[in-house]
T-cell receptor, first 112, second 113 residues
Framework: AQSVTQPDIHITVSEGASLELRCNYS??????LFWYVQSPGQGLQLLLK??????LVQGIKGFEAEFKRSQSSFNLRKPSVHWSDAAEYFC??????????FGAGTQVVVTP | SQTIHQWPATLVQPVGSPLSLECTVE??????LYWYRQAAGRGLQLLFY??????ISSEVPQNLSASRPQDRQFILSSKKLLLSDSGFYLC????????????FGSGTRLTVV
């Protein structure tokens, strides 16, 4: 069975500091991995995705994520956060065109 | 380009009333369509998904149903709402003639009173 764990429910980070959000997954086949961001009251927006190839993937808004098969992880990073990065972030795993399993989300608060 | 429309944006309904939420996709054909519910602090729960007209799979037995009367239309319904049906409902699509992963609609905030 597929599952996604986001260990951090809530993270507070200062503006300009670096950010890393953790994601661990369990998937029986080659995983397709995604990170989404959700602003309050809005739908989810795709930040980046990993299918194969280079294990470091670049996304929108200055985010990147690294796939580590040995650790079953797909952590999201940003070198310097902006106040507009305050949102909830979801990691997801699944098939390319099929159902995705989402993690419970990590709420990011950015302080001045 | 592909777009997804979901309405209404907010809805307040009394217990026992019916529900109909609509989702339509433009700019693609034969998409996979999904309904998710997001309860406060509980992440995303897949309710229904559809791979074609009239083909609906239910993930969680509950008070809701879904229908897909047209290729790019997905409807979430209930005959009698419960308080526990309150939440944020999201429609999404994948596959078809474009798109990787899911593309989400802007959501419907349902409050059952």
């Amino acid at each position: 069975a597929q599952s996604v764990t986001q260990p951090d429910i809530h993270i507070t980070v200062s503006e300009g500091a670096s950010l890393e959000l953790r994601c661990n997954y369990s998937y029986g086949a080659t995983p397709y991995l995604f990170w989404y961001v959700q602003s309050p009251g809005q739908g989810l927006q795709l930040l980046l995705k990993y299918f194969s190839g280079d294990t470091l993937v670049q996304g929108i808004k200055g985010f990147e994520a690294e796939f580590k098969r040995s650790q079953s992880s797909f952590n999201l990073r940003k070198p310097s956060v902006h106040w507009s990065d305050a949102a909830e972030y979801f990691c997801a795993v699944g098939a390319l065109w099929g159902k995705l399993q989402f993690g419970a989300g990590t709420q990011v608060v950015v302080t001045p | 380009s592909q777009t997804i429309h979901q309405w209404p944006a907010t809805l307040v309904q009394p217990v026992g009333s019916p529900l109909s939420l609509e989702c339509t996709v433009e700019g693609t054909s034969n998409p996979n369509l999904y309904w998710y519910r997001q309860a406060a602090g509980r992440g995303l729960q897949l309710l229904f998904y559809s791979v074609g007209i009239g083909q609906i799979s239910s993930e969680v037995p509950q008070n809701l149903s879904a229908s897909r009367p047209q290729d790019r239309q997905f409807i979430l319904s209930s005959k009698k709402l419960l308080l526990s049906d309150s939440g944020f409902y999201l429609c999404a699509w994948s596959g078809g003639t474009g798109g990787y992963g899911y593309t989400f609609g802007s959501g419907t905030r349902l409050t059952v009173v």
